[in-house]
C-alpha cells in the first residue's frame, strides 16, 4: 500500500486476502500509514513491523504465519529477490509517485524493488490507482508500466449493480482486484449473474 488516497481498497483486500486462506507479504509505505490514520478508524501501532503485524493480525484474524509485514528497507525479504517473488504483486492504492518510481526503476524502498522484481520475473503487477484526474505524466507512465506487462486497474467502481453504500463502492474495486489474483469472491456477482 502506498499513499494514494483509498486505502479502504487496500485494508478490504487485505481482509478479503486473508479471509481466503491466501499468504499475504504486506509492504506499507510510510504516506500509506497517514493515509490509512487519516482515512480510517483503523489506527496503526507506531511501532516496527512485527508490532504493525501482531494488530493486523488480530484485526483480520489471519491464521499463523499467513500474514508477514516487511519494513521499507528490508532487502533480504523474499519480494527482494527475483528467487523469492510472489507469483502476484498488487499496489493498492497506488500513488502517482510510486508510478513514476517503478516506471523507470528507482527501486528506492523494497515497494519499488518489489514491483521491479515481478517486472523482470514477467510476473503479475496490479496497480490500482486513485489519483484524478490523471495528468500526462501518470498516464505516460501507466502507459509504459503496461507495456512493460503491468496491468493498471484504476479505482473506478462500477454502479451497475445498485451500490447501496460506500462499503459496495470499495467492493466493487476489490472484487475485480480479486478476480483478477484467480480468488474466489462473493463481494460482486459476475456479469450476468
Known sequence: MTGASGAQYGLRLLQCLLAANVRVWLLLSDAARVVIDTETDCQLPEGDEDELQRFLDDRFGAAAGQLKVFGKRDWFS?????????????????????????????????????????????????????????????????????????????????????????????????ARLLDQLGVEQELLPNWGE
Open 78 to 174: 523474499p519480494v527482494a529477490s527475483g528467487t523469492g517473488a510472489p507469483a502476484s504483486m498488487v499496489i493498492c492504492p497506488a500513488s502517482g509517485g510510486t508510478l513514476s518510481a517503478i516506471a523507470c526503476g528507482a527501486s528506492n524502498n523494497l515497494i519499488e524493488r518489489a514491483a521491479d522484481v515481478a517486472l523482470k520475473e514477467r510476473r503479475q503487477l496490479i496497480l490500482v490507482p486513485r489519483e484524478a484526474p490523471y495528468s500526462e505524466i501518470h498516464l505516460e507512465n501507466m502507459l509504459k508500466l503496461t507495456r512493460m506487462g503491468a496491468m493498471i486497474l484504476p479505482a473506478s467502481p462500477g454502479f451497475y449493480q445498485r451500490p447501496q453504500s460506500l462499503q459496495d463502492l470499495v467492493d466493487f474495486v476489490v
